[in-house]
């Protein structure tokens, strides 16, 4: 079966530390990823997407992701993390031709020390 | 734009009442629409795809009687709980398909605030 995983359930980070969440999927063809970000209290918001092109994608608010495709990676990235930053990140993946369904991932839980 | 609504935000219920919660697009049409179910510090699960004048799709493991699905316009869709009991307290959450998206090849899916439900 379809699947995703991510590494880290809770992460902890001071401010300006740099962040990396893991993000693997089991499914060997053509897919679309996304992380999403829930701030407490607040719904799914997108912060990045790929589809296809350039396996380096940047998102909001100095987030960025690779794509790897060896390694069925879809890694979560920012160089200097704000307290602000605080929330669940979810990594999520749909499957061609799949009618657009999403698997989520996890989610991992960033706590940032101001 | 892409924007997505729900409502209510939040309901309590005595066991054994039905319970509707609503799916808008505000800004968009959304042929289809998808109902997910997140636990406590858990991730979202995917309950049933609904599409815009069809029978909705469920996952397997949901029951259809039980989560009933209605997508009635190409900005509504619906999402009733029927003769809900404690376990299925839960926080349900829609989403609608971007609609300049290539559907079911590249495409971007936008969430709604989610309704938290609680039986009592």
């Known amino acids: 079966a379809q699947s995703v995983s991510q590494h880290n359930h809770h992460v902890i980070l001071s401010e300006a530390a740099s962040l990396e969440l893991g993000c693997n999927y089991s499914y060997g063809g053509t897919v679309n990823l996304f992380w999403y970000v829930q701030y407490p209290g607040q719904h799914l918001q997108l912060l990045l997407k790929?589809?296809?092109?350039?396996?380096l994608v940047k998102g909001i608010k100095g987030f960025e992701a690779e794509f790897i495709k060896s390694k069925f990676s879809f890694n979560l990235r920012k160089p200097s993390v704000q307290w602000s930053d605080t929330a669940e990140y979810f990594c999520?993946?749909?499957?061609?031709?799949?009618?657009?369904?999403?698997?989520f991932g996890q989610g991992t839980e960033l706590s940032v020390k101001p | 734009g892409a924007v997505v609504s729900q409502h209510p935000s939040w309901v309590i219920c005595k066991s054994g009442t039905s319970v509707k919660i609503e799916c808008r697009s505000l800004?968009?049409?959304?042929?289809?629409m998808f109902w997910y179910r997140q636990f406590p510090k858990q991730s979202l699960m995917l309950m049933a795809t609904s599409n815009e004048g069809s029978k909705a799709t469920y996952e397997q493991g949901v029951e259809k009687d039980k989560f009933l699905i209605n997508h009635a316009s190409l900005t509504l869709s619906t999402l009733t709980v029927t003769s809900a009991h404690p376990e299925d307290s839960s926080f349900y959450i829609c989403s609608a398909r971007d609609p300049d998206g290539w559907e079911g090849y590249q495409e971007t899916q936008y969430f709604g605030p989610g309704t938290r439900l609680l039986v009592l």
């Open positions: 800004d968009f049409q959304a042929t289809t």
């Open positions: 790929y589809f296809s092109g350039d396996p």
């Open positions: 999520a993946v749909s499957f061609y031709n799949q009618g657009g369904k999403l698997i």
